[in-house]
């Protein structure tokens, strides 16, 4: 009894004295949210070169886009450059050297799913002031949706931020050209048409940045039937990445030049499109049937401010003509066949328009930074 006191006791005594441990709070980890992300997906094509030819035998251009409207369609921005002023029959359609088209041209425009028109071309002033004025005013009373660069109606409007909104991100845009094959805009009037001039350039990025998440800008530039871009092409795209600009779209040339990513100098990136061709026209030769679409989509990040690109893609395509110049349409690359090729008016002329004909061209012109889809 007496050992089972003492070993009691001092079971006990421990118990005692043992002290008890405060509980140990855990803190809460705060919980990281995951950032805001939305995308914007672009389909960029080339030059709308409205011939005489397309206009002579043709009221409706509806159909001339057809072919590639699933690829337009589909896009948040769809983009077009309206290389030649469409002022309507009542200023006298004209062609080359100096053009002037029907309404109807943007019609076509419209139901493909264009929702961005680069209008600032060397072809700008072809059809005059009122040219200019009877194309936007045109656009603005049937496709108020369809957003325009480059060419203005006041100088109230060139003042305004061109923003397109798409799944909560705000793209801004813009469009310049080199100039305007020898016609002066009218003296007072210099709004008339956006010119690539540096200072404007930085004035207006610096004014568009406020209301945009996301800017691209229409360049007009290069030199024409060069497979290359030109030391200012490059020049000029370094000057803009380094401004902060995200998309730039470039058209002149009439034939596909390469598609290229640069750094800006706030380490931004910038994807570079220097031509993309033709998309339609009536020029005779094939390197200039063959055109560009350019297909990516935008990547904003919303919480870290920053932009990315995926998906980036080039789809050749190929401006078909039939009946000897009379009828025209538009293809991708990848839907063109050798079947068509042999009715393309310039296959019956002698010149090659093959399927592999194209694919050579594009290998041989573009780059790898790209995948090229064919």
């Given amino acids: 009894m007496k050992k ?15 002290k008890s441990k405060p509980e140990q709070k855990e803190e809460k980890k705060k919980e990281e949210k995951p950032d805001i992300v939305a995308e914007v ?24 886009y057809e072919a590639t409207n699933y690829l337009t369609q589909d896009a948040d921005i769809s983009y077009l450059n309206q290389e030649t002023i469409c002022g309507g029959r009542e200023l006298g359609l004209s062609h080359y050297p100096s053009f002037n088209g029907p309404y109807e041209v943007l019609d076509g425009a419209a ?98 940045e406020k209301d945009s998440d996301i800017i691209a800008v229409s360049m007009h530039w290069g030199e024409e039937y060069s497979f290359t871009p030109s030391e200012e092409q490059q020049e000029l795209a370094q000057f803009l990445s380094d401004l902060g600009v995200d998309v ?48 990516f989509k935008v990547v904003y990040n919303k919480t870290k401010d920053e932009v990315s690109f995926k998906d980036v893609e080039f789809w050749p395509t190929i401006t078909y003509i039939t009946d000897g110049y009379q009828r025209y349409g538009t293809y991708a690359l990848k839907d063109y066949t050798n079947e068509l090729a042999a009715t393309h008016t310039l296959m019956a002329e002698g010149q090659n328009v093959t399927r592999e004909y194209f694919i050579e061209r594009v290998n041989s012109i573009m780059n790898d930074k790209v995948k090229i889809v064919y």
């Fill in 111 to 208: 139901s493909a799913g264009f929702n961005w028109l680069a209008t600032s071309s060397n072809h700008s002033l072809d059809a005059g002031e009122q040219g200019i004025l009877n194309q936007l005013q045109y656009l603005r009373t049937n496709y108020p949706d369809i957003a325009t660069t480059g060419t203005h109606a006041s100088l109230e409007e060139a003042q305004q931020n061109t923003v397109i909104e798409k799944n909560g991100v705000r793209v801004g845009i813009l469009g310049y050209t080199y100039g305007l094959n020898g016609y002066v805009l009218p003296e007072g009037k210099e709004y008339l048409v956006d010119l690539i001039d540096k200072e404007k350039i930085v004035a207006d990025v610096k004014r568009l």
């Fill in 4 to 18: 089972l006191w003492i070993i009691v006791s001092v079971l006990l005594l421990c118990a005692c004295g043992a």
């Fill in 41 to 64: 997906s672009f389909s960029a094509v080339g030059d709308n070169l409205i011939h005489g030819a397309l206009f002579t035998y043709n009221n409706d251009f509806t159909y001339m």
């Fill in 248 to 295: 730039i779209i470039g058209e002149h040339p009439h034939v596909i030049q390469p598609m290229d990513f640069l750094t800006g100098r706030q380490g931004n990136q910038t994807l570079v499109i220097y031509s993309l061709g033709n998309f339609l026209s009536a020029q005779d030769q094939s390197d200039r049937m063959l055109g560009g679409m350019a297909r």
